[in-house]
C-alpha cells in the first residue's frame, strides 16, 4: 500500500524557517518525480516545487524560487523541503504527492487526480 506521510510543519514567525518532510512507503521511491502542493484557506491547491526522481532536476513556483529547497533521500525514501524566509502568505497546508513517472509535473493548479498518490498534508502557519 502507497502511503505518503508529511511531517515537521507547525507555527512560525514571518522569516523563521521550516524543513518539511515526506515519508514514502509502498512504491519504488527512486523511480518516481515528487512534487509539493500547497493549499491557503479559501483557495484551491497550488503547485509549489518538484524533483525529478533521481533529483537531479528541480523546479519552483516563483513565489518561492530563492526561499524554498527541494530535495529527496533515495535511500531513505524522504522527500524535503526546506522552507527559509517564510512570508505569512506561505500559510497552508502543504501536501506531497507522486508523481505518475520520473519527470516532474508542473500543473500550477493541479486537482486531485494530477497526482496518483498524496499524503494528509501537514500544516504551516507563518504570523507573528
Known amino acids: 500500500e502507497v502511503q505518503l506521510v508529511e511531517s515537521g510543519g507547525g507555527l512560525v514567525q514571518p522569516g523563521g524557517s521550516l524543513r518539511l518532510s515526506c515519508a514514502a512507503v509502498?512504491?519504488?521511491?527512486?523511480?518516481?518525480?515528487m512534487s509539493w502542493v500547497r493549499q491557503a484557506p479559501g483557495k484551491g491547491p497550488e503547485w509549489v516545487s518538484g524533483i525529478s526522481s533521481g533529483g537531479v532536476t528541480t523546479r519552483y513556483v516563483d513565489s518561492v524560487k530563492g526561499r524554498f529547497t527541494i530535495s529527496r533521500d533515495n535511500a531513505k525514501n524522504t522527500l524535503y523541503l526546506q522552507m527559509n524566509s517564510l512570508k505569512p502568505e506561505d500559510t497552508a497546508v502543504y501536501y506531497c504527492a507522486k508523481d505518475r513517472g520520473p519527470f516532474i509535473k508542473m500543473v500550477l493548479t493541479p486537482t486531485r487526480e494530477t497526482y496518483d498518490y498524496w499524503g494528509q498534508g501537514t500544516q504551516v502557519t507563518v504570523s507573528s
Open positions: 509502498g512504491f519504488t521511491f527512486s523511480s518516481y518525480a
